[in-house]
């Protein structure tokens, strides 16, 4: 039997959108089903797999999916669980006047654009009097260009040097030994990089670095001082500035106001 509380954060009969917290126990699986409503969910802690048809996608942290409410998906939820932030909206709500729905297509979000979108959101949402105008504003920041992957399928020693950044993000990487560990030219990994992931290779590291941040505040209590070593900086200060510069908060203030919700 499927295992999860959910409680509804605001409560506005004016606003067409309702805010939930949806909390997943730890490895939980669900089989295909599909939402009713149309929805958009932020990963505010865990990790998640999600398939849809022959899609799989693996989120944590401020990840986001927008979903019509006609899609079949499954999930499964990593060892520590989740918890989502779901903006459930009434039928209709995202359809124009000829019935065309402003986002069509389930797709998941976990840019560093996006995650600095996200994190900026949520602390606006609250202390907005004015939810329903924020998610719109939030909505219209969201398109099929600021996923981070190409859709084309990704070679498979390029999924290496990407597993392995990701392994370790601590370690500061040179284009010239990634690509030598891969017995490619640099030249060639750099224009690869950019090709399938929309960036250059010490910013993938970088992205990197901070979803691995996001998800150690998030996750755990670590001190930040740890967080930083983790992540591969010489000292808090330096985590900081970066965060902040992605997020617009500071990792302290992210910290609480995730707690907070």
């Known amino acids: 039997m499927s295992r999860y509380t959910f409680t509804e954060i605001r409560q506005d009969s004016s606003t067409p959108m309702k805010f939930w917290d949806f909390r997943y126990v730890p490895n939980e699986k669900y089989a295909d089903h599909y939402d009713i409503n149309p929805r958009i969910s932020i990963v505010l802690n865990g990790k998640l797999k999600e398939n849809a048809g022959r899609t799989e996608v693996f989120a944590q942290a401020l990840s986001i999916v927008v979903k019509p409410g006609d899609v079949w998906h499954s999930n499964e939820f990593g060892p520590q669980g989740a918890r989502l932030l779901s903006v459930v909206f009434q ?48 909505l219209a920041a969201l398109s099929p260009k600021s996923t981070e992957l190409s859709s084309k399928a990704t070679p ?12 370790q993000p601590e370690v500061n990487y040179s284009v010239q030994d990634l690509a030598s560990s891969m017995g490619v030219h640099p030249v060639y990994m750099a224009r690869a990089f950019r090709k399938y992931f929309s960036c250059g290779v010490k910013e993938y590291i970088h992205r990197n670095r901070l979803r691995n941040i996001i998800s150690t505040l998030t996750d755990t209590k670590l001190p930040l ?29 992210f910290r609480a106001m995730v707690q907070g919700y």
């Not at 019935?99 to 606006?124: D, I, N, P």
């Not at 001082?225 to 965060?243: C, I, K, N, P, T």
């Open 225 to 253: 001082v740890e967080v930083a070593l983790e992540s591969g900086y010489a000292d808090q200060s330096h985590m900081s500035r970066f965060f902040k510069q992605a997020t617009g908060m500071s990792p302290g203030a």
């Open 91 to 138: 039928p209709g709500f995202l359809s124009d006047p000829s019935g065309r729905s402003v986002f069509q297509h389930w797709q998941w979000y976990h840019s560093t654009e996006v995650a600095g979108a996200t994190s900026r959101y949520l602390h606006r949402l609250r202390r907005t009097d004015d939810p329903a105008t924020e998610t719109i504003d939030f």
């Open 156 to 167: 498979d020693w390029l999924d290496l040097v990407s597993e392995q950044i990701q392994d």
